[in-house]
């Protein structure tokens, strides 16, 4: 049996060495599973909307700094902020960094003022649907439709007055 690894959450601009292997891989699942309707998806927004005060983008660090979960906000309205780009490292899925990396960047996002999140998933990341069903949001969409039918998938979630930190450690 391996013992617990303990993760360091850091803020950092989308320029950061450490995201591009998150964007990398990111942009090769969307490919694999939309094709060329996934083309410059990743680079559809500028990287300035990713960054204070408007947004940001953190990553979940493993003790020797390898990068193994992010995710990023951005502006949508004055008091919305959109999740974008919520990411774990293919070799560390189904450990619950997913669910912390959405804690944190609620966390941030409430400290910079903003009272609900918004987002959107593509109809065949059934993963991320339940991710963020599992995680208080509410669709924004007929679950009982074909998702394919729908395109992409809007959530919504309300922050409370005061956000609580999610926590400092996260455990592999």
Known sequence: MTSAVELTV???????????PLLRELEDEYSRRYGRAAHGEISRYPDEEFTAPHGGLLLLLLEHGEAVAGGAFRRYDATTAELKR???????????????????LEHEAGVRGYRRIHLTTGPRQPEARGLYLATGYAPLFDTEADPETIGPLPFEKHLPATATHPGKAARL
Not at 86 to 104: D, F, N, Q, Y
């Open 86 to 104: 919520i990411w774990t490292h293919s070799a560390h899925r189904r450990r619950g960094l997913a669910r912390r990396v959405v804690a944190e």
């Open 10 to 20: 850091v803020h950092v601009p989308v320029s950061d060495p450490r995201v591009r």
